[in-house]
């Protein structure tokens, strides 16, 4: 079945950076449109940014746009985002996620605070 397993995350401070990773397998991950979502405390699941199967077309919230970069190695079944310049308002729980089957994995928190 569908897995996806996000890590990564932790405790940064204001302008500070992480990569987010996601392990994916049960499903031809190369062929499969991926996107991170995610989801702050009593709000709703937001989506953050997307990447094409073949041609790893890209696009982003408004939000994130010019400090995330979501990018994938379809020999490692792996998606990633790289967050630089981070903000308070980029706390959340992030989630990696195939466009086409409804499978979420467990998430991965990201805390942007001095």
């Known amino acids: 079945q569908v897995q996806l397993v996000e890590s990564g995350g932790g405790l940064v401070q204001p302008g500070g950076s992480l990569r987010l990773s996601c392990a994916a397998s049960?499903?031809?991950?190369?062929?499969?449109?991926m996107r991170w979502y995610r989801q702050a405390p009593g709000k709703e699941r937001e989506l953050v940014a997307a990447?094409?199967?073949?041609?790893?077309?890209?696009s982003y919230a408004d939000s994130v746009k010019g400090r995330f970069t979501i990018s994938r190695d379809n020999a490692k079944k792996m998606l990633y985002l790289q967050m630089m310049n981070l903000k308070p308002e980029d706390t959340a729980l992030y989630y990696c996620?195939?466009?086409?089957?409804?499978?979420w994995g467990q998430g991965t928190q990201v805390t942007v605070s001095s």
């Open positions: 049960g499903f031809s991950f190369s062929n499969s449109a």
């Open positions: 990447i094409s199967a073949y041609e790893g077309v890209t």
């Open positions: 996620k195939a466009v086409r089957y409804g499978s």
